[in-house]
């Protein structure tokens, strides 16, 4: 439980960071960050894997890449249930930012995560 709670302050935080870096990329708030962080928490566990299976045979021919896609469609749903307090100014800029965000959370896993890990 504590692990979800720290992966979705995470997400919120970077979720904040990428709409710093896009104008066509808005959060209304901490709040609002939050909420999405939660709701994209609860979709990647419900429909993602779905999504994933659904799409398998693209998946494997684009060696992996097609996940950034399915990342985007989470997203795009995550901003569809989140109202006005969330928007992304189209597909475009939600697979941007699913690449971002992926980024991202390569770069706190092996720069924070693995050594935090190592030290113990």
Do not use: R
């Amino acid at each position: 439980m504590v692990k979800w709670i720290v992966s979705i302050l995470v997400n919120a935080l970077i979720l904040i960071v990428v709409a710093g870096f896009f104008d066509s990329f808005h959060l209304s708030g901490i709040g609002a960050a939050l909420g999405a962080s939660f709701i994209l928490s609860v979709l990647n566990v419900l429909i993602k894997p779905f999504l994933i299976l659904l799409t398998l045979p693209v998946t494997v021919l684009t060696l992996g890449l097609f996940l950034f896609v399915i990342n985007a469609i989470t997203l795009m749903i995550t901003e569809g249930l989140m109202g006005d307090s969330f928007v992304i100014e189209g597909f475009g800029t939600a697979l941007i930012a699913a690449i971002f965000i992926s980024l991202l959370h390569l770069m706190i896993q092996k720069g924070i995560v693995e050594p935090m890990k190592k030290s113990k």
